[in-house]
């Protein structure tokens, strides 16, 4: 399988894609073609296990890796998740379904790929003859941070460093990283917001200069970020798995349509779920789910993205994000794959926060994506109203993407297709916010809301969440966007 350049003018294996992270000329690595996934190779998957399963989907993409040493990797990776079934689908009312993410080592769906991306990398790094250190740098709006850092702690040969937006992400999301154990690692915060910290790190990716430098000292790039194909890929495969558990379970006949409702900020996790419709999966609608930055919401209704806006940071600070980095693979896609186009668009993201797709495409798009988001109150209501009904807790990301669901069935009454929402965090990683929705209480403490939540919720609490009150605090540093570089130097120049 080859790999190229939302932008053109490169095409890469699946080994290089993944330990290059972006296109020399700034796009993303998207597959040649979609691989099949058969009707009957759907029929086998059945009684796989996810690992089983995972194997099946990934190898797909990546075929130059072994598919039996592939599938150990998945299975070590998973076998780290607190529950034995990696991603359990959990029913809510009638053609409601719940997939839950967030039973990895960081409580968030990141851990679904960080988990498995180190093996991916180090492979890709042996079948591309590369020699060098790897270098990843990653920017996180907070779970990507922590997911990364848990699954390259240690790694041989792999430096990381993290960069969040100092004051956009949730306490636990802080405390998460900043605590994080191990080596070679580094974690370091932001004056600014999370697209400060993305570009920072994309500026640094598309500098010569910078890889060169890199370079002098023994390393290379690479990036564990939704751009680098090697973290959306596994991805995909929760999509299919979700599918099948509905099917073995009854619920629905091979082969009938279901939608998903996913809250998304970067587009990454929206982005798989197309993948795999792309791949066959019987997909009829994604119902994309936004906070009140709703950029993308507002995308899928007029064609245009437009980033000159109000930043808000909200209690799902995870998705307090303007520029939607995965879009661009979307937008290639209905573009026809048009490199130029693609690159002029974003171009004018670049210089002018704004760019516009075709009425034409527009319409194309619109037959299977739609945006809705929940603001602050509505997010709140959710989480109550979902609690008191059924008593399931969501974290504020599951909320917003909850409202969206139900948004549609409102609007659409008479349809019984069957729809998933994700759920993309353990609801203690934000404690606080979600005692607030289910019970009115206010606290400042995380840790009292973590206790005071359970009181309410009995919800079990993940070991590695409370724990962390016991942990020191290791990374304290702070620079502007202008000087992400010169840590960066800093931190390969240490031993």
């Not at 020699?131 to 790694?155: H, V, W």
């Not at 194309?364 to 807790?393: M, P």
């Not at 934000?430 to 206010?442: E, M, R, S, W």
Request: with cysteine; glycine share 8%; net charge negative.
């Amino acid at each position: 399988m080859q790999f190229i350049s939302t932008r053109g003018g490169e095409k890469v294996s699946g080994a290089r894609a993944i330990v290059q992270g972006l296109a020399q000329n700034g796009g993303l690595f998207v597959p040649q073609t979609f691989p099949p996934v058969s009707p009957q190779e759907l029929e086998d998957m059945l009684s796989m296990s996810y690992a089983e399963r995972a194997a099946k989907i990934l190898i797909k993409y990546l075929d130059e890796y072994d598919e039996k040493e592939l599938l150990a990797a998945c299975e070590a990776a998973y076998s780290r998740f607190e529950d034995p079934d990696p991603a359990p689908l959990v029913k809510i009312d009638d053609g409601i379904y719940i997939l839950e993410l967030f039973h990895g080592p960081t409580c968030a769906f990141k851990d679904m790929a960080l988990t498995l991306l180190p093996y991916l990398l180090k492979k890709g790094c042996e079948i591309c003859g590369i020699k060098e250190k790897i270098l990843i740098l990653t920017a996180t709006s907070g779970d990507t941070g922590k997911a990364a850092l848990e699954g390259f702690k240690d790694a041989e040969g792999v430096k990381i460093m993290v960069f969040y937006p100092n004051d956009g992400v949730s306490k636990m999301q802080k405390l998460q990283m900043c605590t994080q154990d191990g080596d070679n690692l580094n974690v370091v915060a932001v004056k600014g917001n999370f697209d400060d910290c993305q570009t920072g790190v994309k500026n640094i990716f598309n500098s010569p200069a910078c890889a060169q430098e890199l370079k002098q000292k023994g390393y290379v790039l690479s990036s564990a970020n939704s751009i680098n194909f090697g973290r959306l890929a596994p991805q995909i495969v929760y999509y299919f798995s979700a599918y099948l558990d509905l099917v073995s379970s009854g619920q629905i006949q091979m082969g009938e349509e279901i939608d998903f409702s996913v809250p998304t900020g970067n587009f990454g996790n929206i982005l798989a779920a197309y993948y795999a419709k792309r791949m066959g999966l019987p997909v009829r609608r994604l119902h994309c789910a936004s906070n009140m930055n709703n950029v993308l919401t507002d995308f899928f209704k007029s064609g245009e993205y437009d980033a000159r806006r109000e930043f808000y940071k909200t209690t799902s600070p995870s998705m307090d994000i303007l520029i939607s980095s995965n879009l661009e693979r979307l937008i290639f896609e209905f573009s026809g794959r048009d490199a130029a186009v693609t690159a002029e668009r974003m171009k004018s993201l670049k210089e002018n926060r704004d760019y516009k797709i075709s009425p034409e495409e527009l319409k194309e798009i619109g037959k299977i994506f739609d945006g809705g988001f929940a603001d602050e109150d509505e997010v709140v209501e959710t989480v109550y109203d979902v609690f008191c009904d059924t008593g399931y807790t969501m974290d504020t990301h599951t909320g917003c993407a909850m409202k969206v669901a139900i948004d549609w069935f409102e609007k659409n009454k008479k349809d019984t297709t069957n729809m998933i929402v994700v759920s993309t965090a353990n609801p203690y990683k934000f404690p606080q916010d979600v005692l607030y929705a289910v019970t009115g209480n206010d606290v400042r403490d995380s840790f009292k809301g973590i206790k005071r939540l359970h009181a309410a919720t009995a919800m079990k609490v993940p070991k590695s969440l409370a724990g962390l009150r016991d942990k020191p605090v290791r990374f304290s540093s702070q620079v502007t966007a202008d000087k992400m570089f010169l840590s960066v130097l800093d931190f390969v120049s240490q031993k």
